[in-house]
Structure formats: C-alpha cells, structure tokens
C-alpha cells in the first residue's frame, strides 16, 4: 500500500560503494514493478521494471531483485556516483494494469 | 516519440480559489493517466486514474476531482481550495501494463 504519510528513510553510501534500496509491496496481486528515481522539484524517472515471472532483471549499473514471498523488492546500484543522489521510489501496478501505487521512497546521499 | 505536457509549473493560490490543473500528452493513444500529489520531503499519494475519455477513478476523498474531456488530456480541479491542499502535483501516461512516465509537476502553494 502507499505510505505517503512517513519521513523518507534515508541511505548514505560512500562514492564508488554498491548502494542497495529496499521496498516493500502489499498487493499479491500486483505483476509489475517499477524503479523510479526523483531529484529535487522534478518528476520521477524511470530506471528498471521487472514483471512478476522474473526474480531478477540488470541494466546498466542496476540490478532488480524480486521476491515474491515475502513481498520485497530491491535496487542494487553499482559503483554509486554522486549523480545517484536522488530520491528512489517503487511502484506496484496492480492486476488489472490500471492503478499504479508507489511506495515510500528512500533518499539516497552519496558521499565524495 | 511520446510526451507529456503539465502546466504551471508553479502556481500560488487563496484559500478557497478554484484550481485547474493541466497534463496532455502526445505521440499516444488511448493512455492510463494519472494524477499524484507529492508533499514536501514525502512519497507519492495517487489521486485519480483514467483509464478513458470520461472515467475517472478516484482513490482520496477530498475536495479535487478529475476529468478527462479528450483522449490524452487530464484536469485535475477545485472549487475551493484548502491549505491542505498545498503539494507538488504530479500527471503521468502509461501504456497498458507498461511503466509509466511523470510530467515535470506542478508546485502548488495555497496561502
């Protein structure tokens, strides 16, 4: 479900280390999900997806791990830049394919 | 290629005003559309969702509403504002069962 009423957690990594954000879904039912990246006074970006017959997906730098059992997700990031510093949102889409709810977010600080 | 329109990109408004928000998009048909609401320092609260010319579903109680007059056009509104409704607005697109993108959001500050 949203948890759009909480303080962003917060994750700070050294230049160069691999930074790892978890989430958490509610919906079993949801068969898509999606990574997003937001940085300040602008809309969120799309980084990876991964659909729910797939427990692992890697593009340039990141890696999406899935699983369903317990419901989590995870972006791994290699060799974290400062570019990276941003704020980091999961989204579920439901079965239908229609809503599309996003999870907390974590705010990511990567330190020179 | 496909893109996505949303104005103002900033807008301060009176207690009890009306709001009319905008988001087009271009370059596709038929889109899932989106509206969200972003406060400070906080995740994204999905307001309403259209999934065709004239149906809105609606996922908050509160005093906005949505409508979607043509294909690839979303208006979010208010008759009256509250200073609750103060936040970063957000309208994105999405293909059916595929990710969606965000418009540059509209800051709107209600004093």
């Known amino acids: 479900g949203e948890s759009v009423g909480l303080h962003l957690p917060t994750l700070s990594v050294q230049e160069g280390d691999n930074s790892i954000i978890n989430c958490a879904y509610s919906n079993s039912a949801s068969d898509y999900f999606i990574w997003y990246k937001q940085e300040s006074g602008k809309g969120p970006q799309f980084i990876i997806d991964?659909?729910?017959?797939?427990d692992k997906r890697q593009g340039q730098r990141v890696t999406v791990l899935l699983n369903k059992t317990v419901k989590h997700l995870s972006l791994q990031i290699a060799a974290t830049q400062p570019g990276d510093s941003a704020v980091y949102f999961c989204a579920e889409r439901g079965g239908d394919n229609n809503d599309m709810r996003f999870g907390a977010g974590t705010r990511l600080t990567v330190k020179p | 290629s496909q893109t996505i329109h949303q104005w103002p990109a900033t807008l301060v408004q009176p207690v009890g005003s009306p709001l009319s928000l905008e988001c087009t998009v271009e370059?596709?048909?038929?889109?899932?559309l989106y509206w969200y609401r972003q406060a400070a320092g906080r995740g994204l609260q999905l307001l309403f969702y259209s999934v065709g010319i004239g149906q809105i579903s609606s996922e908050v109680p509160q005093n906005l509403s949505a409508s979607r007059p043509q294909d690839r056009q979303f208006i979010l509104s208010s008759k009256k504002l509250l200073l609750s409704d103060s936040g970063f607005y957000l309208c994105a697109w999405a293909d059916r069962g595929r990710k969606a993108f965000f418009g540059q959001g509209t800051r709107l500050t209600v004093v």
């Open positions: 370059g596709t048909s038929n889109p899932n």
């Open positions: 991964i659909r729910s017959n797939m």
